[in-house]
């Protein structure tokens, strides 16, 4: 026999609300602690639990730290010395939560600490210290999960963890070696996404050229069609969906050529973010670097020769131990040939545990601080140039906000948060998530500025 619910009254809705258990998330670090929280959250939101705005209005709060380099550690540590203060129920989670002993010794009221990727341990914290009540009228969760990112982009984690062993980073002694998620898995994820109104996914994993190394590139079937658990096979198959597909972390592997043509034929994004930290080939050996010895300048203008359009970002450190003058300026000789259109750079800084920490030749600060201003200052000529070469063209863009000074989008080579913006003067009509074609006005040193000659509604890449 079924029976139907009566509808419930604004009052007795009103007392369900006041007893909904309220989470305050904190996420910092990077888009791979991004996803781990929307994991969280998404299994939190599905047992009831609400998401509250500020500390003060959450019963409970969780943080989610990052422990990659020391500046980030203090960052965590200051976030949760102000949750506690704020609210004073706080479970941290999170690279950081795996040496517990750094947070406690200066936090010792935080409930629970818990290490990277440890999401059932997490809820099970919450659990203990604010128990879920259950509600089904409130209990519901999309399909695609709770996201943190606006409606239009998703971050796709395709595998945890990493089997490289660069020596200034302790990542592997966190979060363990790589661990791939089979390929239709993953592929489902992204097709839930795209339904629900995604319209670019970028991939991340802390090594995306090696995704399914670890179970021997697992056959598996999706939409009718066999793929492996492998890199060209993942791009292969989002390059069906008829969205931005980004690709993060790959490293120039030679079967990392085997994407270009896909590239050029926009099944996925012409664009490769590949971290590749130096340019001398005797720092890359210090750094114990994947792909260190491949002749990387070769391999780029094979692939600009096949992808003109092919948009490179990476991000570099200097002052690494024992990088001399003549390493330095074998790196800068290096990005002029390399012309690379986005560049980050970090400023070395010892983590604890990394086995760097033991080389020597440690650089002075000062001289990190002078090799960082003109590592920043060629490459934002090399980004000026490359983008006053866009001028006249026009281009497809997705636009990310809306506000009174016009609107602020992104085109193929720009990925959220990093990279540079196209910026509309004139967009009238427009909303964020919103496809436009844009004609480009000018340039600065990392943003284009266009006007807007038509929203559209279709996706840029056949299906
Ligand atoms: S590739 Fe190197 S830097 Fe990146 S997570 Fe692995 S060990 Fe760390």
């Known amino acids: ?14 007392q369900t609300r006041e007893r909904i258990p309220k989470i305050g998330f904190v996420s910092l ?18 047992e009831g639990y609400e998401v509250a705005p500020t500390y003060e209005k959450a019963d409970l709060v969780v943080v989610n730290t990052c422990g990659f380099i020391d500046a ?55 659990h203990e210290h604010l128990p879920p009540r259950h509600d089904p009228f409130l209990d519901l969760v999309p399909p695609q999960g ?16 990493c089997n490289n062993k660069c020596s200034f980073c302790i990542i592997p002694a966190l979060r363990g070696g790589l661990a791939s998620r089979r390929i239709d898995e993953v592929l489902r994820e992204a097709e839930r996404l795209s339904a629900a109104g995604v319209r670019e996914l970028l991939v991340i994993s802390q090594d995306t050229s090696a ?11 999706w939409r009718g069609e066999e793929y492996r658990t492998r890199f060209i096979d993942l791009a292969r198959g989002l390059g069906t969906l008829g969205i931005w597909i980004r690709l993060h972390y790959v490293y120039p592997y030679p079967h990392v050529d085997e994407v270009i043509p896909l590239m050029a034929q926009r099944r996925v994004l012409p664009y490769l973010d590949i971290p590749f930290q130096h340019g001398s080939p005797s720092v890359l050996k210090r750094m114990r670097r994947p792909a260190h010895s491949e002749d990387v300048l070769r391999r780029i203008a094979a692939w600009r020769e096949r992808c003109p359009d092919l948009t490179l970002r990476s991000t570099f450190i200097v002052g690494f131990p024992g990088e001399t003058e003549s390493e330095f300026e074998e790196l800068l000789d290096w990005l002029d040939e390399a012309q690379l259109d986005r560049v980050g750079c970090f400023k ?32 934002a000529a090399i980004s000026a140039q490359r983008l006053a070469r866009r001028i006249g063209t026009r281009m497809r863009v997705l636009v990310d906000a809306v506000g009174e000074g016009g609107a602020v989008a992104r085109s193929e080579a720009d990925a ?34 266009a006007r807007l000659d038509a929203a559209v509604a279709t996706s840029p890449t056949p299906r």
């Not at 709770?146 to 963890?161: C, D, F, M, N, Q």
């Open 1 to 14: 026999m079924s029976s139907i619910k009566a509808p419930r009254s604004p009052k007795r809705r009103a």
């Open 29 to 46: 670090g990077c888009p791979k602690a991004l996803v781990d929280s929307e994991r969280i959250l998404t299994t939190l939101r599905a």
């Open 72 to 126: 980030a550690v203090d960052e965590s540590l200051q976030t949760i010395g102000e949750a506690l203060e704020r609210n004073g129920k706080v479970i941290v989670t999170g690279c950081l939560g795996a040496r517990p002993q750094r947070i406690l010794e200066r936090h010792p009221r935080v409930l629970k600490v818990t290490g990277p990727q440890s999401y059932a341990e997490v809820i099970s914290a919450v």
């Open 146 to 161: 709770v996201r943190l990112t606006p409606r239009h982009y998703a971050y796709l984690k395709i595998s945890e963890g």
């Open 211 to 221: 995704y399914g190394a670890d179970i021997r590139y697992a056959p598996a079937a």
């Open 348 to 379: 070395y800084s010892p983590v604890e545990g990394a086995a760097a920490n033991a080389l020597h030749g440690h650089v002075p600060p000062e001289v990190q601080e002078d090799r960082y201003a003109r590592l920043m200052e060629r490459a």
């Open 416 to 449: 959220p948060e990093i990279d540079g913006t196209v910026r509309i003067a004139a967009a009238e009509g427009l909303r964020p998530g919103d496809w436009a074609e844009v004609e480009i006005l000018s340039s600065d040193i990392y943003d284009l500025h």
